[in-house]
């Protein structure tokens, strides 16, 4: 089925682990971005890419590594996990400006 | 600091009747976009509307915006049971007249409908 696939679902960390969140997709999106939502806080953007090899930060990039080696796949990089970035994180894609995004169904991580 | 404010934070009404929710953001924007999260779900997409455009329909939504007071609202009518959710606004804002593929978001409205 088309559209934005995340992976893990679930995943539980201890403090200082580093793990990669993984999110692809098969629209050939240019347009791929990184959000975490806590409750109350709506959501706010980690990181966000304009295509293969262009990445940039966004509200919340600190304590969180991207890249975009393909048009496809878009990892975020939690690099030694904090009890702060439990939260559930969502990737989204869009083909362009102009057009709507497609959501993942979400990572939720907890940091122990 | 984000760049879309919703109004109201909660909004509880009847099947039938109308919801509106009002988004009011900071910047100037290339489009800004509505979407919905039931509980526990991704986003999703319902209605976009282009900076040069005022109102948007699609089906029983209404989408107005206003640049000149950078706010938009939406409206929902006839709601029904299953319209409760979270409702979102984004906007993809302007910089040196391009988009930047940055969509920043309100902190939404929950939208109850009781049957």
């Given at each position: 089925?088309?559209?934005?696939?995340?992976?893990?679902?679930?995943?539980?960390?201890?403090?200082?682990?580093?793990?990669?969140?993984?999110?692809?997709?098969?629209?050939?999106?240019?347009?791929?971005?990184?959000?975490?939502q806590?409750?109350?806080?709506?959501?706010?953007?980690?990181?966000?890419?304009?295509?293969?090899?262009?990445?940039d930060?966004?509200?919340?990039?600190?304590?969180?590594?991207?890249?975009?080696?393909?048009?496809?796949?878009?990892?975020?990089r939690?690099?030694?996990?904090?009890?702060?970035?439990?939260?559930v994180y969502?990737?989204?894609?869009?083909?362009?400006?102009?057009?709507?995004?497609?959501?993942?169904?979400?990572?939720?991580?907890?940091?122990? | 600091?984000?760049?879309?404010?919703?109004?109201?934070?909660?909004?509880?009404?009847?099947?039938?009747?109308?919801?509106?929710?009002?988004?009011?953001?900071?910047?100037?924007?290339?489009?800004?976009?509505?979407?919905?999260?039931?509980?526990?779900?991704?986003?999703?997409?319902?209605?976009?509307?282009?900076?040069?455009?005022?109102?948007?329909?699609?089906?029983?939504?209404?989408?107005?915006?206003?640049?000149?007071?950078?706010?938009?609202?939406?409206?929902?009518?006839?709601?029904?049971?299953?319209?409760?959710?979270?409702?979102?606004?984004?906007?993809?804002?302007?910089?040196?007249?391009?988009s930047y593929?940055?969509?920043?978001?309100?902190?939404?409205?929950?939208?109850?409908?009781?049957?």
């Amino acid at each position: 089925n088309a559209g934005v696939t995340q992976t893990p679902k679930f995943q539980v960390l201890k403090t200082g682990q580093s793990m990669t969140l993984q999110c692809a997709q098969d629209m050939n999106h240019e347009y791929m971005s990184w959000y975490r939502q806590d409750p109350g806080m709506g959501l706010r953007l980690i990181h966000y890419s304009v295509g293969a090899g262009i990445t940039d930060q966004g509200e919340v990039p600190n304590g969180y590594n991207v890249s975009r080696s393909t048009t496809e796949d878009f990892p975020l990089r939690l690099l030694s996990a904090a009890p702060s970035q439990t939260s559930v994180y969502f990737c989204a894609s869009s083909y362009f400006q102009g057009y709507g995004y497609t959501f993942g169904s979400g990572t939720r991580l907890t940091v122990v | 600091s984000q760049q879309g404010e919703e109004d109201p934070q909660a909004l509880s009404i009847q099947e039938g009747e109308n919801a509106t929710m009002n988004c009011s953001y900071k910047t100037s924007i290339n489009n800004l976009q509505w979407y919905r999260q039931n509980s526990g779900r991704g986003l999703v997409h319902l209605i976009l509307i282009r900076s040069n455009e005022r109102e948007k329909h699609s089906g029983r939504l209404r989408v107005t915006l206003d640049t000149s007071k950078k706010s938009s609202s939406l409206l929902i009518t006839a709601s029904r049971a299953a319209d409760t959710a979270s409702y979102f606004c984004a906007t993809d804002a302007k910089a040196g007249g391009t988009s930047y593929g940055k969509l920043t978001f309100g902190q939404g409205t929950i939208l109850t409908v009781h049957p």
